[in-house]
């Protein structure tokens, strides 16, 4: 798969390396990328079932493109390939009997880890943020699921932290949000997809939450 040793790299920094060896260009990923590879790492997704995804979804992608098209330029055009390939890595090991138990008390450890953050947020809280926190916390689920259902979870509760924030602000604040989060995400060109420019403004939004003081479960637990 590649010539480079497993042991000798961090998470992100053997899968951007495999990511960049396939493109033979560049030397650093974008932050939305960084950050898809972060989710990945949280997740539990092995490095290794995420470079078998890159390498499927590259040779896929390059073979069918018109010709004098540019290949991939970022990591995120493999997306959909490595969770194709995560679930398969999935379903082979529960098949074999093996193997919900790292995943299972991972999910119990983030669980756990996210109930105390949001109680501790709450507390140190009032008004629509401490709301904010109490209702993502009744978001949760009571007892550990399946990692990706528990990313849902997380946002379907940061959602709910992020309005309760935005409603919080004053109104000036809360007018410039939206201009604010469409200048640093940049005008959405006609090839980028309606879904990933959303993305890309729901990150800059994460941000402003964050640099504002506001818990975000995803990215944090």
Do not use: K, N
């Not at 990511?19 to 949280?42: C, K, T, Y």
């Amino acid at each position: 798969m590649s010539l480079i040793p497993a042991g000798s790299f961090s998470y992100t920094a053997l899968v951007s390396e495999f990511f960049l060896q396939l493109r033979g260009a560049g030397i650093l990923l974008s932050p939305l990328d960084l950050e898809l590879v972060a989710e990945w790492e949280r997740r539990g997704v092995p490095a290794q079932v995420v470079c078998r995804g890159m390498r499927r979804g590259w040779d896929v992608l390059v073979e069918e493109r018109a010709p004098g098209a540019a290949p991939p330029r970022s990591l995120r055009a493999l997306r959909g390939f490595v969770e194709e390939e995560w679930r398969a890595y999935r379903e082979g090991r529960v098949g074999d009997g093996g193997a919900r138990g790292p995943e299972a008390d991972a999910a119990r450890a983030r669980l756990a880890d996210a109930r105390a953050r949001l109680g501790e947020a709450e507390g140190a809280a009032d008004g629509e943020r401490a709301l904010g926190y109490r209702e993502a916390a009744a978001l949760l689920p009571e007892e550990p699921v399946a990692l990706d259902e528990l990313e849902r979870a997380f946002s379907r509760a940061d959602d709910r932290i992020l309005h309760r924030w935005i409603r919080s602000l004053p109104r000036p604040e809360r007018a410039a949000l939206g201009p604010r989060c469409r200048l640093l995400a940049g005008e959405r060109t006609r090839r980028a997809r309606r879904s990933s420019y959303r993305h890309t403004l729901r990150t800059h939004l994460f941000e402003a939450a964050r640099r504002a003081g506001i818990l975000c479960l995803r990215g944090t637990v």
